[in-house]
Structures are given as C-alpha cells and as structure tokens.
C-alpha cells in the first residue's frame, strides 16, 4: 500500500494535555496533532485521531474496520481503556491491522495483551538527559532514510530489563547518560497482525517534532501496513473419504 491510500488512526489518552501545563505547552493540541501532522507530511492522507475521552475512546467497530494501522500513545490512565475496546483492537489486530505503540504505551492493555508478558522495566526522568538511538538493522524498512543515530538532547530514560518477548527484529538500541541502553525499535509477528514499538516521546518534550523521529513513525507505520497474505482457515477438515 502506497501512504496516500493507508487508512491511519492516531489514538492518544490526551489527558496530559488537559492537566499538565507543561505538556500543554508543548502540545497544545494534543500529542496526536503533531503526530498526526508529521505522518501527513511523509505523505500520508487518511490520518484520523481519536482519544480516551471520545465515545468508545474513538475506537468502535466502524473505525477499526476502517483503519489499517493504529497508533497508539498512552501512559497516566491506561487502566481506564475498556476491556471490550481493547478486545476489539486485539481481533482487529489478530485479523491483519497493524498497530505502532509509543513510548509509555508499552504499559498499555493492548501492548501487554499481544504480548503476553508485564512489559515493565526502568525509568528516570531528568531535563538534562539525552538519548542516542542507534540503528542497528540498517537494511530493515523501518530504518529507511534514517542515519546511523539519531540524538535526541531531551529524553526520558528507560533502561533494560525491558520484559518483552524477544523481538522478531530489533530496528533500534537506545544509549542514555546513565550508560543504561534500551530496545527501542521492536517488531514482531501477532496472527495476520504486525506491531512496532518505539520508544522516544515523553510527554515534557517536543520529540514528536524531530524530523528523524517523524521519519520513523512513518516508516513504521507503512511497514506495519497490512499484508495480501492468505487467510487461513481452522477447525474440522473434510472426510479422508472425500479425497478420494
């Protein structure tokens, strides 16, 4: 699929914003707006948004099956997403659409659902700390365009042990202050489903208007982009006799 005909949902909690001056400072409309507009200038055209405190937090059944990659970016109330709403993002996702996770979204129901583990691991939070991502799958679609790093001079930390299931490809290493190191670009497999976690964009800072982390997300959202593949089917075959 070429990035003008992907359908793009952008989903963010979008409570930080409303309660957090300093977050509203930085995204005054929202983490999902700028987003929204850095995958619209790689070309992408059909960029929805939607929110926690939408009805159905914007993601009913009508938009799901119209959306082939969601993104998703949650962190200060993921424990009031519905389970319904995450079951149906779970089939959706099981049937084929993509979906990006962000940052403190790897704590989220859905990330921890297609998972299957506690996805925790270290943080700290520091206005002096800086990040270095480094590329380490150059030949990989996600890391197209991109440098052998990318720095970011602002960056919450987050440290190993990051409990995930082995990643079927690992695009990104983070590299903090500290002398901690993270795997910040993960991709795996889930049913007919592709998922990509990122790690950069804490809430305090402006990283969802760098133009390599822009680049990213766009990559990563066409890599996740779902794919003409068969659909199996399951359950009881036909007779041996009917073979014959």
Known sequence: MGT???RVTVWNEGRH???HAEVTKVYPNGLHSVIAEGLQAHGYTQVRTATLDDPEHGLTEAVLAETDVLLWWGHMAHGEVQDAVVERVYRRVMDGMGLVVLH?????KIFKRLMGTSCDLKWREH???NERLWVV???HPIAAGLPEYIDLAHEEMYGEHFDIPTPDELVLVSWFKGGEVFRSGC???RGRGRVFYFRPGHETFPTYYDAQVRRVIANGVKWAAPV???APTYGNRIPLESLD
């Open 104 to 108: 403190s979204g790897h704590f989220s």
């Open 187 to 189: 991709c795996w497999q």
């Open 228 to 230: 003409n593949a068969a």
């Open 137 to 139: 799958a150059p030949a």
């Open 4 to 6: 003008e005909t992907l």
């Open 17 to 19: 914003e409303k309660t």
């Open 127 to 129: 206005d002096q700390e």
